[in-house]
């Protein structure tokens, strides 16, 4: 009898500690949200702070039509979409050959891709920048093209190693019995095996190419080739805050990837396990 | 049998090229042109032709966008450098000057006062959201979900939402707790006075970044066997012991593996102060990657710039090379 008592009060602890890690995660997000349905008079006036009333679409519409930010969307949508098909396809061979193929380099190169992959941005990016100026490639999406492989591509070998590891070897094993080479069997076996997982790895790496902010902050300064981070960040300039407009991008910005998230929850939280962190 | 493989061979094996000693020699006695061949496979390794194409493109990315500019930078840094002219090598000058110069200094307390207050805190957090998670509560996964929802959104937005909410006079942090919660007398500037600016960034790190803690650790406890617990039940173990000796030892790398990351990508975060303070007020907040940044494109000082940069790379080698290490021996499991 105490026991069940003690029991439901923990469980009731439990929903407690969870109520108030849920209000702390998805605040800032509603209010983003109502901040970009609600008109500046309101805003400034600090009337009915929870709710927009009335409820306005002016900042949305000031967002696209006063704004670069339809250029910002369609930069950051190349941008992440081009590198996210580069990085996955020479990741997902790349991992392949890590993880299955015997041949004199290999250790050498796990090794490679796992430092590259906690080489962190900040000691890269002035070194990048004068290389990506020395090419002609600063103020263009080329050049961030061409420069978030070096975050994506560690990340999604990484990740797919770990994917063909759990893959049984025999598999293939019986697939080259019966005749197939060792590409026919990589790409009639194994790749159709592992498509869940390279397509988890290849939204991953989207998402990360869509929120990246440094590279893209250093790369461009060209204010219509800006990216959506760069591009928001921009809003605030000295104390003239168009917050409305801004939470408006804010919002926009976020919308894909949460798109991508709901997609991809499952595999997500299993990638982030499995793939970065197994322990 | 070895010689009845053709090749290149569809038969891989590590045992067929480890043993060697004799498979060459008995396929030297048959066709000549296959010995080449089979040389080569044995040392380069059995499926070396595919293994190197496949893994060209990457060794070449990671070259071009690592490597070299990496090795570039290690010269810069011993050069004085500015946008749009050629280096002048001026030897270890730049690391020099550094080394006595105050703002720099500040930086890197204010990076480890960043780096330790936000992982501490993180920890904890994600111990909570893991805890609470596998508590026998209804839903897990969709709460999984929203929880790990600041992980996932883009980092930029992350933290203008943030700057919003600190607003001095607009923001609903000074409304909350001045005109609803009654707790202080008037507004705060969150972010424009040194005593709290600091604090301010570090929160918005903990929050973006606690998610990621408690994901990896629910997927630890998850991986512990129930019988352990039941056994530790059995056994009398209150709750806090069945933590403390059978949780706590059962996910023990996964959180060695999270602190170090963790520790890593906070050290490097630019995003979340470079938007919230810039480094400010009075360089309260001024964390060393922002300030390699202001002094590359702020003061165009690219040499020096690149100094600081490469000042945090010994303690960013040391846990890089420990936690390769760690991460291998999960992998290998």
Redesign the interface.
């Known amino acids: 009898m105490t026991k069940t008592t003690v029991g439901r009060l923990q469980l009731g602890f439990s929903y407690g500690i969870l109520g108030v890690l849920l209000l702390m995660v998805l605040f800032p997000f509603y209010w983003m949200t109502i901040t970009s349905l609600k008109s500046e008079d309101q805003m400034r006036s600090l009337v009915s702070m929870f709710w927009p009333s009335p409820v306005v679409f002016e900042n949305y519409d000031q967002l696209l039509r006063k704004t670069d930010f339809t250029s910002w969307f369609a930069n950051s949508a190349i941008v992440a979409v081009s590198s996210t098909l580069l990085a996955t396809a020479v990741g997902t061979i790349g991992a392949y050959a890590l993880a299955r193929l015997r041949f004199r380099g290999r250790a050498f190169m796990s090794s490679a891709t796992l430092i590259t992959y906690l080489v962190p941005p900040s000691i890269l990016f002035i070194p990048l920048y004068a290389q990506i100026r020395t090419l002609g490639l600063s103020d263009s999406l080329a050049g961030l093209i061409a420069a978030y492989p070096s975050f994506t591509v560690p990340f999604v070998t990484w990740l797919l190693m770990g994917y063909f590891e759990s893959i049984p070897v025999e598999l293939e094993e019986s697939a080259m019995i019966d005749g197939a080479t060792r590409f026919g069997a990589f790409r009639r076996i194994i790749l159709p095996l592992a498509a869940p997982g390279v397509l988890a790895a290849a939204l991953y790496a989207f998402t990360q190419a869509w929120n990246e902010f440094l590279y893209a902050l250093v790369f461009i300064t060209d204010v219509r080739q800006r990216t959506l981070p760069v591009g928001l960040s921009s809003f605030i300039t000295g104390d003239v805050y168009g917050w409305g407009y801004l939470m408006a991008g804010a919002v926009l910005t976020t919308v894909p990837v949460i798109v991508v998230y709901i997609y991809l929850q499952k595999y997500m939280v299993e990638g982030l396990t499995a793939g970065s962190v197994k322990g | 049998m070895a010689t009845t493989v053709p090749s ?1 061979s ?5 045992e067929r ?1 480890g043993v060697g000693g004799d498979f060459p020699a008995k396929a030297a006695l048959g066709a000549r042109p296959h010995s080449i061949a089979v040389e080569l496979r044995r ?6 032709r ?3 194409l ?2 060209l ?3 070449v ?2 070259l071009a ?2 490597a ?3 090795c ?2 290690i010269y ?1 840094s011993l050069t004085q450098k500015y946008v749009g002219v050629p280096p002048v090598f001026v030897g270890f000058e730049n690391y020099v000057r550094l080394a006595s110069d105050g703002f720099f200094q500040r930086a890197v307390a204010n990076s480890l006062v960043f780096t330790i207050g936000s992982v501490v805190f993180k920890l904890f ?1 994600g111990m ?2 893991a ?3 596998t ?3 209804r839903f897990r ?1 969709l ?8 992980w ?14 600190y ?1 001095g006079s ?1 923001g ?1 942090l000074n ?1 909350l707790l001045v ?1 609803v919660l009654r707790i202080l007398p008037q507004g705060v500037g969150w972010l424009s006075e040194p005593g709290t600016a600091m604090a301010s960034v570090i929160f918005v790190n903990i ?1 973006r970044g606690f ?2 803690f408690g ?2 650790f629910l ?2 406890m998850k991986a512990v066997p129930a019988e352990l617990y039941e056994a530790a039940a059995v056994d009398g173990a209150s ?1 806090v012991q069945r933590f403390r000796h059978v949780t706590l030892p059962g ?4 959180v060695i ?2 602190i170090l ?1 963790s520790t ?2 906070t ?2 975060d ?2 979340i102060v ?2 919230l303070t810039k480094g400010g007020p009075g360089g309260a907040t001024q964390v ?2 922002v300030f ?2 202001e002094m ?2 702020g003061a165009q000082r ?1 040499g020096e ?2 100094a600081v ?2 000042y ?2 010994p303690p ?1 080698a040391f846990l ?1 090379i420990v ?2 290490r ?3 021996k ?2 290998a ?1």
């Open positions: 290149p569809p038969l891989p094996s590590r090229v040392m380069l390794g059995a499926d070396w595919l293994g190197h496949f893994i493109p990457m060794a990315l990671v966008l690592v070299y500019p990496f570039y930078a810069l957090l909570v959201m805890l609470v998670l508590s026998g509560i996964s709460f999984t979900g929203i929880l790990l929802i600041p996932v959104a883009p980092t930029v937005v992350s933290a203008l939402n943030f700057l919003w909410i607003d607009l609903v409304y005109k929050w998610p990621f994901i990896s997927a630890g709750v996910i023990r790398n996964i593996i999270v990351l890593i990508w050290f490097n630019f995003a470079y938007i060393l990657p390699a940044y590359a494109f690219l710039a690149i940069a490469l945090m790379l960013l890089i936690l390769a760690y991460m291998r999960g992998r499991r």
